[in-house]
């Protein structure tokens, strides 16, 4: 099978995109690389540098670097680059060009990662001209055919990577061919064009030429329409390329990798981990914290939505950054230390905190600097030259120790189920980007963001949960689920009813199937599950910020809306400063639900606070459970991995400047025999004292290096 031909840790770069690095050098680089513990190099193979005129390929460039890394055994993923479009293609297929909101259509440039034309620079990963038109599909389906035709059963091949970044641009496509698709998936759906514009609010429509995919970004159920649609044409389009590559080569690893945009990004920008990673066997994440915040939670965040999205699949930091980033607008203003210039600890870090939150490879997204472009010196571990640095050492030192026989256990082992998790709605993400997008548009970020990093700060596994796999958890904190489905909401009633524990913040499925407010809230019968109804709603997220309240005593910020409640079944647990009622918990069927009527994920996102953290810490207590690993020291962050024998291993991240101390304790694992897997050397310092804790668990002193982490062994 694909994921057998893996290495035990794929460990490499990205490394050609035709122009760089200079073809002189490529003998040398692969067998610095190879000597250096590097296993996989991903390329780009560009439509636009291939077949430089109609059915004309130039493989030259590409069959080389095959040839070298099966010669220096360094495995191939080959990344098919097919939205960058050939100039004659280009001109020949006009008619086909991706248009923008605002009638203008994408043009055809020079990329910013390769120094090669025909790409739209679009901010997404679809090309200048629309798949939705036949002849450009075809001839898609043309270049990928010959793609895998020529490289099946090659011995450098690893496998292939179908979407770059998964993502698309928000404000396309309104191309004919697009237009025409949009109506018959209308059609498809509604089945008369009277049923339409009932659907729609507009009921003039005498032909289906009349209707038109909407330009405003608005909450209508037009727009939701526009979204889902855009959604099934990317990502049919995403497994056109699978089956097309699969039609040639039945048995080849296929990959693809995102930017760990789910949050905030999934409507919008159509960067759905969850529905990417379903379509592969491998699946990954670009996240580089020059361009993201080089906090602890940031760089956490990625790794750990790919690890949701993925679940269960093996999936690698397809894209760390090695070496620094220039004169780009995402750092300019930031300080030195923020990511603009990567040391040798910083990329140690990046490793090992992307393995302890449970990617089983990581490549670098470049293995030397591009010469050419406004990315020249970005990113590479090694020099402009292809000369070892610093950093190269330590990705080699990183690679090295992975790959080494007696790690094969370590990296076998999974991350365990979190202690909580925290709650993605699609549609709930969608109607705030139709609601607030030019006034309010980070509510819904900060809510998400927020309440991750509340758990995150008290040591505490938050895993997201998709609304569709409820049943993974059995403890959820809903952040901003401002609306529902009538779906959705049976399914959580359903889900609380059979035991389970749902925290959520407020306006819980306000929007109904298709936007529509209830006129009973909470909406859909969810006022049963929380024993309370809706007293009076306020939606000023512009000075949310303004809204205090407590919740047994502990005073907590605010954020976004507030709505208060009267309670039916439920018991009042909180009120807002001037007496209305903030909180209530209630018993539903087996389970037990906490409705708090503002969002303190968004007042812990901007103001932080300690009882803002503890209450976030609290509700695990509530729930009868106890954090998995807990730390003393907040400026750790460890994490609990087990094998399919029942073996365990704890990761522990500093990402500071400083060494720290701390004690942990362990639920349920005994480590009385706990060895040092990490640093190498061992240091003696570094596990300072193991016992025996209250019940069932383990104590551990340990002592982790600034910009290091520490990994144990841990036995039954």
Not at 76 to 94: G, K, L, M, N
Not at 175 to 182: H, R
Request: net charge negative; aromatic share 12%; glycine share 10%.
């Amino acid at each position: 099978m694909p994921l057998d031909t893996l290495p035990q840790v794929p460990f490499g770069a990205v490394y050609f995109r035709k122009s760089n690095p200079p073809r002189e050098d490529w003998e040398c680089d692969y067998a610095t690389a190879a000597a250096d513990g590097l296993n996989v190099f991903r390329h780009w193979f560009m439509w636009s540098a291939i077949e430089r005129r109609p059915g004309v390929y130039d493989w030259d460039d590409y069959d080389r670097q095959m040839d070298l890394a099966a010669r220096h055994g360094i495995r191939t993923i080959i990344a098919e680059i097919s939205h960058a479009v050939p100039d004659w293609a280009y001109r020949r297929f006009a008619h086909a060009r991706q248009i923008r909101a605002d009638g203008r259509p994408l043009s055809s440039n020079m990329g910013v990662s390769a120094a090669t034309g025909g790409f739209a620079n679009n901010g997404g990963g679809a090309g200048a001209l629309s798949m939705n038109d036949a002849q450009v599909r075809e001839r898609v389906g043309a270049f990928l055919h010959a793609l895998a035709t020529r490289y099946k059963g090659h011995p450098g091949l690893l496998g292939y990577d179908v979407w770059n970044e998964v993502n698309y641009a928000s404000d396309v496509d309104y191309s004919p061919a697009m237009k025409a698709d949009f109506r018959l998936w209308l059609e498809a759906k509604y089945g008369s064009l009277d049923a339409l514009a009932e659907a729609w609010y507009r009921y003039s429509y005498a032909e289906w030429e009349d209707v038109d995919p909407p330009v405003e970004v608005a909450a209508y159920p037009q727009n939701l329409d526009w979204l889902a649609f855009k959604r099934e044409t990317y990502y049919g389009q995403m497994q056109f390329k699978i089956d097309t590559i699969r039609a040639v080569d039945a048995d080849c690893l296929i990959a693809a990798h995102g930017v760990g945009g789910a949050i905030p990004n999934m409507a919008a920008n159509g960067s759905d981990d969850w529905l990417a990673a379903s379509k592969v066997e491998l699946y990954g994440l670009t996240w580089v914290p020059s361009r993201r915040g080089f906090k602890p939670w940031q760089n956490f965040f990625g790794p750990d939505l790919t690890r949701a999205a993925s679940r269960g699949k093996p999936w690698w930091h397809a894209e760390r950054p090695g070496g620094p980033l220039w004169m780009q607008p995402q750092v300019v203003g930031r300080d030195k230390e923020d990511g603009r210039v990567m040391e040798p600890e910083d990329i140690r870090l990046l490793t090992m905190t992307s393995f302890a939150a449970g990617a089983t490879g990581v490549l670098n997204l470049r293995y030397r600097p591009l010469l050419d472009g406004p990315l020249f010196g970005a990113f590479g571990s090694y020099g402009m030259d292809g000369s070892r640095t610093p950093r190269s050492d330590m990705a080699s030192s990183l690679a090295k120790w992975a790959n080494a026989p007696e790690r094969r256990a370590l990296f076998a082992a999974r991350p365990v189920r979190g202690d909580v998790g925290l709650l993605v709605v699609p549609e709930a993400q969608a109607w705030d980007y139709l609601l607030n997008h030019d006034h309010c548009p980070s509510t819904y970020r900060d809510a998400m963001w927020g309440a991750y990093r509340a758990f995150f700060d008290s040591n505490i596994q938050a895993d997201w949960l998709h609304i569709d796999h409820l049943d993974d958890h059995d403890v959820i904190y809903a952040p901003y689920p401002i609306m529902l489905t009538a779906e959705h909401a049976g399914r959580l009633a359903r889900w609380v009813e059979a035991g389970g524990t749902l925290v959520s913040e407020a306006t819980p499925g306000y929007f109904g199937d298709r936007g529509k407010v209830g006129t009973r809230q909470p909406n859909n019968g969810l006022d049963a599950v929380f024993g309370a109804v809706e007293d009076e709603v306020e939606f000023m997220p512009d000075i949310g910020d303004r809204i205090r309240l407590e919740v047994d005593g502990r005073a907590i910020q605010g954020g976004g809306f507030l709505q208060s409640y009267r309670p039916t079944t439920g018991t009042v647990r909180g009120r807002f400063e001037d007496g209305r009622i903030a909180a209530v918990e209630n018993r539903f069927g087996r389970g037990r639900t906490l409705l708090v009527g503002t969002h303190p994920g968004i007042g812990y996102f901007h103001q932080g606070g300690e009882a803002n953290r503890a209450f976030f810490a609290a509700l695990l207590e509530e729930a009868g459970r106890r954090p998995q690993v807990a730390s003393s020291n907040p400026a750790l962050q460890a994490r609990l991995h087990r094998d399919a024998d029942g073996r365990s291993f704890l990761w522990v991240v500093n990402s500071t400047r400083e060494e720290q101390d701390a004690e942990l304790c362990l639920s349920g694992v005994d480590a009385s025999q706990a060895t040092v897997a990490w640093p190498l050397p061992v240091a003696q310092a570094s596990l300072l004292a193991c016992h025996a804790g209250a019940g069932s668990g383990a104590q551990l002193q340990v002592r982790v290096g600034a910009r290091d982490a520490l990994v144990l062994q841990l036995h039954r």
